[in-house]
């Protein structure tokens, strides 16, 4: 790889996987693709030679999957190339670049950071390239895609991300336990279950345990599906109005809290440092339950020594528990000069073979239902079993979170002003409240 001049920290390098012209059928089936349904939705242009260059994601698992990705993209466009420049994923060093007036045509983002550049013209909106190619969005789930919309129109290709609850049926079975459900559409699976299940599990010793019934993490997307749970939300659909310190927010938050400091049936921070962090604890037998990214099948097939499953999160006062989720959304920046062959390659990565690629090495969860429900994926041979209908039930109750376009700030504040709250240090209300104060000048612009 060679450092691009003047951008210390990442680097670009092309993919020249294959080769030859971009054949005529090609050529006839971009052409096809590409009538023109009104005057703003001209005709496919793909030039030979083209390159996009992707601000990718790597990693040595991630990047062969991308490399994999890539030839699927040649196969179809033998004379396009593809330029990686990594390290350049955060909001932060693609704001430098479009900046510098060097960004790349394709980046990604989370939901915190996407209506950041759409709200500044900076990505391109997609629906031109939906309408003039008659893309057909109705086998995704239907949250993929509306994630990255910003003010009625699409921006991302979603690369999706989903959080589930992994937990030890052992020892549920061990104290007398039922296996938690398979679902997360349980109305019995209630917060009141959920912390009995943690309190029977849960050994004390002294001022702390042994045992824990549950880690659930701190950041956002891990305490944001209790909020939705108990019938909240953390903004307005617009993202001009913070909830935060309504009843069902301070609640949830409280509920969260309790847990560590309260019922003690989780471990508050430097208890799990000391006691071997989350992984420790549970591949130990330590630890019942957390909850994190889909990626986690995957490093429990190879890791755990013991029964384990997935399960939904329980519910408050909802109807139905609601699932925190999104991963990353891929953009085509507006000033590209090759944006028909950047669409094309997005098209490919939201493709059958593309999901199901990044669906079966455990990268992440199908974007597609069709690919959710193959066999391979629902009902492998492997842990979890048939009941990765977890990972689809929480595909399709996943929540909406609110484009904002100061939003990487949002999160930082909102991590700023819990930290005291997970200390016990602050009550949730405290803590809430404060937040809701510094959170407000920052709110999207009425419109």
């Known amino acids: 790889m060679r450092s691009r001049d003047g951008s210390a920290g990442w680097t670009r390098r092309s993919l020249l996987l294959g080769g030859g012209a971009l054949t005529s059928g090609a050529l006839a089936a971009c052409g096809a693709a590409g009538e023109s349904t009104g ?50 994923t955060g909001t932060e060093k693609l704001q430098a670049l479009f900046a510098a007036a060097t960004p790349p045509d394709m980046f990604r983002q989370e939901t915190s950071g996407h209506a950041f550049f759409a709200s500044r013209g900076q990505s391109a909106p997609l629906d031109p390239y939906i309408k003039r190619d008659r893309y057909d969005l109705s086998d995704f789930f239907p949250a993929a895609w509306d994630l990255w919309r910003w003010k009625g129109k699409y921006y991302g290709v979603p690369f999706l991300g989903i959080r589930i609850a992994y937990y030890n049926r052992s020892l549920v079975q061990q104290v007398g336990g039922r296996p938690l459900p398979a679902t997360w559409r349980d109305a019995g699976w209630s917060w009141e279950a959920f912390l009995d299940i943690c309190g029977r599990v849960t050994q004390r010793q002294g001022t702390t345990a042994t045992r824990w019934g549950a880690d659930l993490g701190t950041s956002r997307r891990d305490w944001q599906p209790w909020v939705w749970s108990n019938g909240g939300d953390l903004f307005n659909a617009e993202g001009t109005k913070q909830l935060l310190d309504e009843p069902p927010a301070v609640e949830a938050l409280q509920f969260l809290a309790g847990l560590i400091h309260k019922h003690r049936v989780a471990p508050a921070a430097e208890e799990l440092k000391a006691q071997g962090g989350r992984r420790g604890l549970f591949l130990g037998g330590g630890l019942l339950l957390y909850h994190a990214p889909v990626s986690n099948i995957a490093a429990n097939r190879r890791e755990a020594g013991f029964d384990w499953s997935i399960t939904g999160l329980p519910r408050g006062k909802a109807k139905v528990a609601a699932a925190s989720g999104g991963g990353v959304g891929w953009f085509m ?104 104060g510094r959170i407000k000048p920052l709110l999207n612009p009425a419109a």
């Not at 242009?45 to 260059?53: I, N, S, W």
């Not at 190339?81 to 990594?86: A, R, W």
């Open 333 to 436: 920046a507006q000033d590209s000069k090759v944006k028909d062959a950047t669409w094309e390659l997005m098209k490919v990565l939201a493709s059958k073979e593309g999901v199901r690629m990044e669906a079966v090495r455990g990268e992440a969860p199908p974007s597609r239902r069709s690919i959710a429900n193959e066999p391979a994926f629902i009902n492998p041979s492997e842990a979890p079993g048939k009941d990765m209908r977890v990972v689809v039930d929480a595909l399709e109750l996943m929540h909406l979170e609110t484009p904002l376009i100061e939003g990487v700030e949002i999160d930082r504040l909102l991590t700023e002003e819990l930290a005291p709250l997970w200390r016990g240090e602050k009550t949730a209300r405290e803590a809430m409240t404060q937040a809701a």
């Open 39 to 88: 005057a703003t939705t001209p005709r496919a242009q793909l030039t030979d030679g083209a390159t996009v260059v992707w601000a990718v994601d790597d990693g040595p698992t991630r990047t062969p999957m991308r490399e994999d990705q890539v030839k699927l993209f040649k196969e179809k466009f033998p004379a396009m190339q593809v330029e990686f420049v990594t390290g350049a």
